[in-house]
């Protein structure tokens, strides 16, 4: 399952681990960084650090990721 998102204006300058906690899932932090290690988290279709900022008009893919959000009761 590939998922692609586009970087707005609002989140530019953010680092990439802390907008995948925002913006797609709140998971482990352990979990972000090896996926990004492993080139499961690209961005503009190449591997970067965790500690990347992001810029306006970056697209990250996310490759055979599942994160589910949880459902808080």
């Known amino acids: ?3 692609s998102y586009l970087i ?3 989140f530019a300058d953010t680092r990439l681990d802390k ?4 913006s797609v899932c709140n998971v482990p932090q352990s979990l972000i ?3 990004i290690r ?11 650090k965790s500690s990347y900022k992001l810029q306006i008009n970056d697209r990250v893919n996310l490759y055979n990721i599942n994160f589910i959000k949880k459902i808080q009761k």
């Open 1 to 3: 399952m590939n998922k």
């Open 19 to 22: 907008w995948l906690k925002t």
């Open 38 to 48: 492993k080139g499961k988290i690209k961005v503009n279709n190449k591997k970067k």
């Open 33 to 35: 960084e090896k996926s």
């Open 8 to 10: 707005n204006k609002d």
